[in-house]
């Protein structure tokens, strides 16, 4: 075979730029899966539910018991979740009794879309017992490698903001409303947000933190049930109500990954995070 002429030859480092420009920063399997292909619907299987885990979590170790079984519906198409998967994901959020019963079984909960191309659960860092909790739209990359939300380069950031405001890890809770990475970093659709959104309010009622930071528009608009922008929003004290009728003060702020983008408006999350310090001092 000829070789090909050096203007057809694809530049390699082009193609990855491009690619990596359109979020396909990783490579899944060799083969493409359809994932609107309709598929007979599955048996309920509450106790083999790990058999579905991608393969990196079922080698993960293994966690403690998982809270009482509760009636799982039948496995539907990955990609069409419905309102059967957002009643069976307030079910099993509810009966977890505390925040490890709760990760347990967010991990083993199939029901949404996303944990199919994830691989970990990314379900919080920090101290469950802090004041304040911070809550994230979704994990990037890095936070789906670690498990962990915020160690990536937004993370950092907000690390250096905490810093500014005498806070750190182990003072504050911090955790994402969808915790499984969207692939190439896409948005949350609005039916993966309601799938999600029991656990995340689990989590806070789990949590019980005196104050909490929405950490950019999607965690704002999603737990404020406001559809105003997050330029409206940051640095009004809001009040955050959970299905219990729990009311906890809220501040909605600039997301780190915006400031980095954005470095001006540096100043206006430092405005709101200098609020948090003065609401914790008053609060405690
Ligand atoms: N952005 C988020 O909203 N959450 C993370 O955990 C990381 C980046």
Not at 16 to 29: I, M, Q, R, S
Not at 56 to 77: D, E, T
Request: net charge negative.
């Amino acid at each position: 075979m000829s070789a090909a002429a050096p203007d057809t030859i694809p530049d390699i480092h082009a193609l990855l730029a491009f690619y990596a420009e359109a979020g396909v920063d990783e490579a899944l399997d060799d083969a493409p899966i359809n994932r609107f292909e309709e598929r007979a619907p599955q048996p309920a299987q509450p106790s083999h539910q790990h058999e579905a885990r991608p393969q990196a979590q079922r080698n993960a170790p293994s966690q403690p018991a998982a809270p009482p079984p509760v009636a799982r519906p039948a496995a539907q198409p990955a990609a069409v979740p419905d309102g059967q998967q957002i009643a069976f994901a307030r079910e099993l959020a509810a009966n977890a009794a505390t925040l490890d019963e709760l990760r347990e079984c967010m991990a083993g909960f199939d029901g949404c879309n996303l944990k199919a191309t994830a691989k970990n659960l990314v379900f919080s860092d920090g101290n469950p017992e802090a004041a304040v909790m911070l809550i994230g739209e979704a994990p990037g990359r890095d936070e789906d490698l670690e498990g962990k939300p915020f160690v990536g380069r937004s993370g950092q950031l907000l690390d250096r903001i905490l810093d500014a405001i005498d806070l750190d890890r182990s003072k504050v809770y911090i955790a994402n409303v969808i915790p499984w990475r969207p692939p190439g970093n896409r948005a949350p659709t609005p039916q993966e947000t309601e799938i999600c959104r029991p656990f995340i309010e689990r989590q806070i009622e789990l949590a019980g933190p005196k104050v909490l930071v929405h950490l950019g528009g999607a965690s704002a608009k999603t737990l404020l049930n406001t559809t105003e922008g997050i330029l409206r929003l940051r640095g009004n004290w809001r009040v955050y109500t959970g299905p219990s009728g729990v009311e906890i003060p809220a501040m909605p702020t600039l997301h780190p990954a915006y400031l980095l983008r954005t470095p001006a408006h540096k100043r206006l999350a430092w405005r709101d995070f200098l609020e948090v310090k003065m609401k914790l001092r008053a609060l405690s």
